[in-house]
């Protein structure tokens, strides 16, 4: 028997079953998108992934695509789909109504993650359940039209020759099937755009009008930066401040239904709605964030002007009792860190915050509310979309990195970076700049050396502190760099004295280490 024949029937068959579910994900994508996003089944199923992935390898991911994780997840969810639908398409060339059946299976897969979630209406379901029965549709027209085989060739079709219709010659089939998959195709394309459109409303929502200051925040020195060409700016932009966290799309928080309730070890739970936390005395506080994934010399860090309440006055409100050493913050997505319970209530400026560089926080940096804790990295502190505040211990309560091997308790390490020259970059010869940043929050940076190939460590300039709980600036010139390759290091020294090690090893449990080290060439 030839082979090619076949081999084409296949293809006819993988086609029918990718523009089926082309249709059935593109149309539910769009619907959905249109009117409850979170319902839309791509984005569902990519986020029921993301707690079934491999708990060591999900964080070193996320950080390794940054921002762009969400897009990676989805568009891997969307590709596994496509090939499922592809093998169910062949399949259809030999059991036809099997593969159907399958097709219809499948595609209530989406339909009952979207059930299961917590926050579920049961309208979510039908965005899925449309683009399925049309997904079904063109599965079953497709292969009526002569997708199961050639024109003619088809014994089965034969077989049932009455009651299948004239198959189309092969070119009109692809036409239609192409047509079918483009359509698809274009309304995962729109829904994008439609996304895009309802991420611009969650951000209106974001324009609550926020309140004076009663502590404005230090105002920054100039001499806060070193004013060397390419080095990241002192305060971070909130467009350009790194996003990590576990949502594929920032939930939306309604701030008239936001509220913060404090419970657990407490002589008085207390609750706090947005409008009486707005009328508390807020305070403006400069406080650099660091993700405990942040790769030696990356950018997983940023420094803002956080505008909120301190969280060690809400605790007071409530009592929390003396054996209590570890408050769980709980999001409205269903993320939770645990802090320890002394660095929210010591004297350092840990934030209830709503505000960020003087705006209410973005969507995706935790609208209406966040928690901010100076000296801890982000994943056991800074919950974003944070709903509630259960005061327990150590040995109760489990967040969820620390579930997935991530310490329980994780404080900031000192660090650095070099910004300019950048890695592999090239400088014109004669004097050379070099520029970057340094962190050891809660202890302050003392000193930072740099070594340009294998020379002597020499100390850098340090721009102004301006908290120590900021990052600070530093820079060094070096005077005659020869043309040809070079490298360059870093390493910080903290307040305490402690200097950054030069020891690499990997992010988990609790950050990576080692000194950034460059190589660039002068020409
Ligand atoms: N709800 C929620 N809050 C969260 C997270 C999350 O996954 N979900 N990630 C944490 C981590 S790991 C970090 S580093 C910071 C990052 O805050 P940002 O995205 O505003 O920079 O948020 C923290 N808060
Ligand atoms: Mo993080």
Not at 11 to 25: C, D, E, Q, S
Not at 287 to 307: E, K, M, Q, R, Y
Request: proline share 7%; net charge negative.
């Amino acid at each position: 028997m030839n082979p090619y024949p076949r081999a084409r029937r296949r293809l006819r068959g993988a086609l029918v079953g990718i523009a089926a579910t082309l249709v059935m994900f593109g149309l539910a994508d769009l619907i959905a998108r249109a009117f409850s996003p979170s319902a839309a089944p791509l984005l569902t199923l990519g986020q029921a992934i993301i707690p079934l992935a491999p708990p060591a390898a999900i964080k070193p991911v996320i950080a390794l695509f940054g921002d762009n994780d969400k897009v990676v997840l989805v568009l891997s969810t969307g590709l596994g789909a496509l090939v499922l639908g592809g093998l169910i398409g062949i399949l259809a060339l030999s059991h036809r109504r099997l593969a159907t059946l399958f097709l219809l299976i499948a595609g209530l897969v989406p339909a009952v993650v979207i059930v299961l979630r917590p926050e579920a209406n049961a309208s979510d379901i039908v965005p899925t359940l449309i683009g399925l029965t049309l997904g079904i549709a063109v599965f079953v027209v497709l292969l009526r039209l002569g997708g199961s085989g050639e024109p003619g060739s088809d014994r089965r079709g034969a077989e049932h020759g009455s009651r299948t219709p004239e198959p189309l010659s092969r070119r009109r089939f692809f036409t239609l099937a192409g047509a079918f998959g483009a359509i698809g195709a274009v309304t995962i394309a729109a829904g994008q755009t439609v996304a895009s459109l309802a991420q611009d409303a969650g951000a209106a929502v974001a324009q609550l009008v926020l309140p004076r200051p009663a502590k404005k925040a230090e105002p920054i020195p100039a001499k806060a930066s070193t004013d060397v060409t390419g080095t990241a700016p002192f305060l971070t932009d909130p467009q350009d401040f790194y996003r990590i966290d576990t949502v594929l799309a920032p939930p939306v928080v309604d701030p008239e239904q936001w509220s913060l309730r404090i419970h657990g070890m407490v002589a008085e739970e207390v609750t706090l709605t947005m409008d009486e936390l707005l009328d508390l005395p807020l305070e403006e506080h400069h406080i650099t964030l660091t993700c405990v994934s942040n790769p030696v010399g990356g950018d997983l860090v940023g420094n803002a002007t956080w505008l909120g309440y301190p969280v060690r006055e809400l605790l007071k409100r409530a009592r929390p009792s003396a054996d209590a050493d570890m408050v769980l913050s709980h999001s409205f997505d269903g993320f939770t860190a645990s802090t320890p319970i002394t660095a929210l209530t010591d004297d350092r400026d840990s934030l209830l915050a709503v505000g960020m560089n003087g705006q209410a926080l973005p969507p995706e940096h935790g609208f209406p509310a966040r928690l901010v804790v100076p000296g801890l990295y982000g994943f056991v502190s800074a919950t974003k979309w944070v709903t509630e505040l259960e005061v327990t211990r150590f040995d109760e309560k489990t967040s969820y990195w620390t579930d997935r091997g991530w310490d329980a308790k994780a404080p900031i390490l000192v660090a650095s970076r070099i910004e300019v020259p950048k890695p592999l970059g090239k400088v014109s010869a004669g004097s050379l700049q070099v520029g970057g940043t340094a962190w050891a929050q809660r202890s302050g940076i003392d000193r930072v050396e740099v070594r340009l190939d294998d020379g002597e460590w020499t100390e850098a300039d340090l721009a102004e502190e301006v908290t120590i709980d900021t990052w600070r600036q530093w820079r060094t010139d070096f005077a005659e760099v020869e043309p040809g390759s070079h490298t360059l290091t870093v390493r910080a020294t903290d307040k305490d004295g402690t200097v950054q090690t030069a020891k690499r090893r990997d992010a988990i449990p609790n950050s990576a280490t080692g000194h950034h080290h460059i190589q660039f060439r002068v020409e």
